[in-house]
């Protein structure tokens, strides 16, 4: 099984901040990461999918790249509603299964 | 505008079988994955399988032994059962649709949208 790492596991930052996600996985990947925000008590969005075309709607200072091994998120100015966790997720094409990142909780410095 | 809503018992007795179904509005539940997946209170999240039109279905090797999906296109769902259920599958239960994109190198897979959740304790 293809496991997966993100870092930090949290962060604390101010609003402004450049942020940067790392999610890595334990071997190289065929397929595309997704990455999801979720707020307490409320389902995760979608924010990135093929590792960096932005949904429709999330705001452009969320950007994505990265392939192989290692993957990042970047917030480029945070905003006070962007406090949250953040997961990646990948799909494994050998096993047809999905792999979600321990996650990433971004909170206020 | 595709939605997605979990219903079923939010309490279940150990060893019993967790039931869950999801009601897809706004689109048509005979095309994309259908999935489930749960986030035990404070943890990460756990996918627990899909199923698609054609009757084909991916379960996570770690619970396959325990659960069994299936799919109404006539109610426009689909549901989750969860055989055996013990504390540890207390969590919240999400449903999602599962989009596909092969960009002519590699695939992608991805949820859109989510159910809001739904929690499910195991307790007797």
């Known amino acids: 099984d293809i496991q997966m790492t993100q870092s930090p596991s949290t962060l604390s930052a101010s609003v402004g901040d450049r942020v940067t996600i790392t999610c890595r996985a334990s071997q190289s990947i065929s397929s595309w990461l997704a990455w999801y925000q979720q707020k307490p008590g409320k389902a995760p969005k979608l924010l990135i999918y093929k590792a960096s075309s932005l949904e429709t709607g999330v705001p452009s200072r969320f950007s994505g790249s990265g392939s192989g091994t290692e993957f990042t998120l970047t917030i480029s100015s945070l905003q006070p509603d962007d406090f949250a966790t953040y997961y990646c997720q990948l799909y494994d094409t050998y096993s047809q299964g999905f792999t979600f990142g321990p996650g990433t909780k971004v909170d206020i410095k | 505008q595709v939605q997605l809503q979990e219903s079923g018992p939010g309490l279940v007795q150990p060893s019993e079988t967790l039931s869950l179904t999801c009601t897809v509005s706004?689109?048509?539940?005979?095309?994309?994955?259908w999935n489930w997946i749960r986030q035990p209170a404070g943890r990460g999240l756990e996918w627990i399988g899909r199923i698609y039109l054609t009757g084909g279905k991916n379960y996570n090797p770690s619970l396959k032994s325990r659960v069994t999906m299936s799919l109404d296109t006539s109610k426009h769902q689909f549901s989750l059962n969860l055989s055996s259920v013990t504390a540890a599958d207390t969590a919240v239960y999400y449903c999602?649709?599962?989009?596909?994109?092969?960009?002519?190198?590699?695939?992608?897979?991805?949820?859109?949208?989510w159910g809001q959740g739904t929690l499910v304790t195991v307790s007797s």
């Open positions: 999602a649709r599962g989009m596909e994109d092969f960009d002519g190198d590699r695939w992608s897979n991805w949820f859109d949208p």
């Open positions: 706004g689109g048509s539940i005979r095309s994309y994955f």
